[in-house]
């Protein structure tokens, strides 16, 4: 008999329904991910007790961690399906596999989650250049090596959730906005053209919600699939809100 991966999916059919585990048995093949042991299911979704069930509903884009949009929890840690290989996995844990929805965003339904929250992070902080006509501005300014390269990595951010769902301070009792928002609003502070919108963005990092509420857990910086330094945006954005602070009390 061929070798079988145990699969242990915590279930949850609409967001108000109680949760439940189903444990499903897939053949070993070599190169396995988490998305494929998904689909392994979606194609025979049939327990080990022989009951027949429903496809496990996840979300998923791109297969190649650049859309963010597969985090889960595997294994008890947060990361992306497409890259979690089922080899590395049951190093960790020989016996089974457990995926699980992430803990700080509401369950759609099974490992499927809403995560608005952080899109809506984004639109507080103006992650964005404005942009007021498509009419043809010429060269913008020139950006340094140095600071191309201070930036780029902050550009990789897919949104994934990873960070926030590490986070302490990012729950339900909190309007803590999240290191993917802070660290956002860094890199569009620091650019030739963001940095007229500074002050707005400034607003946010500086009132409820913002830097002030980080706890220094450093946990987002471990779980970043990008590998971004967050720990650097957080304390630029403490640095910056500090003397915006005090600037604009120096004004009144």
Known sequence: MSKQVTVAVKRQDTQTSGSRWETFSIPYEPGLNVTTILQ????NPVT???ESSTPVAFDAC???????????RVNGRVRQACTALVDNLLAEQPDRITLEPMTKFPVVR?????????????KRVHAWITADGYFDRGAAPRMSQDAQEDAYPLTTCMTCGCCVESCPQFNDGSSFIGPAAISQAVLFNEHP?????ANARMEVLAGDGGIADCGNAQNCLKVCPKN???TQSLAKAGRAATKYVISRFLQK
């Open 40 to 43: 392994r299911i979606a194609a």
């Open 48 to 50: 080990v007790e022989g």
């Open 62 to 72: 791109c297969l190649e961690e650049v859309c963010g949009a597969c985090t889960m």
């Open 110 to 122: 099974d490992l499927h989650v809403d995560r608005s929250a952080m899109f809506e992070s984004l």
């Open 193 to 197: 053209v963001g940095k007229f919108d």
């Open 228 to 230: 971004i330094p967050l």
